[in-house]
């Protein structure tokens, strides 16, 4: 589909303190968006080829073209996108008082939010994300859009859109396809996924989109019933897709900042009062519980993952899932920096083999 000639750009209003596009689409949540200018970023959503620039006070959209079906309140999508009802500041607020380095943070990683993306684009994203890195992730995603979705032609060139799951399962061979496509052994997870979802569900996608009224729990485990879907990918789809702010995916970088950062702390006895201050009693309690469980670990485990997991609701609360992505984008402090890295762009996850046992995981501090 040709678009036509670009419409004047339209101000979101909303500063640069709430919103940066450079670090919210490049941490590692969104594999689509194109860098197509100064400032200037492009991805093809909700059937548009939407045109996202960032100003020094605000950011601004328009459409360089749409298909025939494209949804109509593109700005109240964006709205939605990026979480504007949510104030990104006085989140760090609430956080600074447990942990005084998300003042730091605020100021140095402003306007860091987190997406809530089309739940079947997060899930199959993410899907190809473990042991992978961002530069080959957008490779295949791209490869997958370009093969099965739609293309808008535009002034800035061509956009293809996310395909459906539906457009997907018409394939009589999805994972030699994909495999084609460079997808390797992850393709017969794709196949096993859309073959489930499209034969269990009349509408698999509004299946997957009910699951932002159910509980963090059950949404979850209805995902670690799908192939190559483990915790930390459930918990990515949950976060990013299904509502749950209080979703935290533990890779290893979040394992690392558990426990580097917060063990010691909440065990010391000067400290570990100050951190808690806000909790009750008996929260307080069940978070040392959880420290020194960690502090014993020498490597994360299924039961570890979820106290990690738990640590970081009982000390951020409900938007603990937020507050882990800030940290990621962070990389807080020195002793983060120790660790050594083969490149900035790796996000490693501490996913372990899901066993039946594993699957039964919960968060259990779910506010959905």
């Not at 009982?314 to 990389?331: I, N, R």
Request: hydrophobic share 35%; charged share 25%; proline share 7%.
């Amino acid at each position: 589909m040709t678009g036509s000639a670009a419409p004047p750009w339209v101000d979101l209003d909303v500063p640069p303190a709430e919103l940066r596009l450079d670090p919210t689409l490049t941490c590692g949540q969104a594999f689509r968006w194109k860098a197509t200018g100064e400032h200037e970023w492009t991805c093809a959503l909700w059937g548009h080829a939407i045109d996202l620039k960032q100003t020094p006070s605000s950011v601004q959209y328009r459409s360089l073209g749409r298909l025939p079906e494209a949804r109509a309140d593109v700005e109240q999508a964006l709205r939605d996108y990026f979480q504007l009802h949510i104030s990104f500041n006085a989140l760090c607020d609430a956080w600074a008082q447990t942990d005084p380095d998300f003042s730091r943070l605020r100021d140095s990683h402003t306007g860091v939010r987190t997406l809530r993306q089309p739940v079947v684009e997060t899930l199959l994203v993410f899907i190809a994300s473990s042991n992978n890195n961002i530069k080959r992730i957008s490779m295949l995603v791209d490869r997958l859009c370009q093969h099965y979705g739609q293309p808008i032609d535009t002034e800035k060139g061509r956009f293809y859109t996310f395909p459906a799951l539906s457009r997907i399962h018409e394939d009589p061979d999805i994972e030699s396809t994909l495999v084609g496509l460079g997808f390797g052994y992850r393709a017969k997870y794709y196949a096993k996924s859309v073959r489930l979802l499209c034969t269990e569900h009349t509408d698999p996608e509004a299946f997957l989109l009910g699951l932002r009224q159910e509980p963090l729990d059950v949404a979850r485990a209805e995902l670690l019933k799908l192939s190559g879907v483990g915790p930390k990918v459930a918990d990515c789809v949950c976060l990013m897709a299904l509502d749950k702010t209080d979703a935290v995916p533990v890779d290893t970088h979040i394992w690392q900042v558990a426990q580097r950062r917060y063990v010691g702390r909440v065990l010391d006895p000067k400290q570990g009062p100050e951190m808690l201050k806000l909790l009750s009693s008996e929260h307080r309690d069940q978070a040392v519980a959880l420290a020194r469980q960690l502090k014993a670990s020498k490597a994360p485990t299924a039961k570890t993952y979820e106290a990690a997991q738990q640590l970081f609701i009982h000390l951020f609360g409900d938007f603990a899932g937020w507050a882990q992505g800030l940290l990621f984008s962070g990389d807080l402090g020195s002793e983060s920096k120790k660790t050594p890295s083969k490149a900035p762009t790796k996000r490693k996850p501490a996913d372990p083999q899901p066993t039946a046992s594993d699957r039964k995981l919960r968060l259990r501090n779910s506010t959905k």
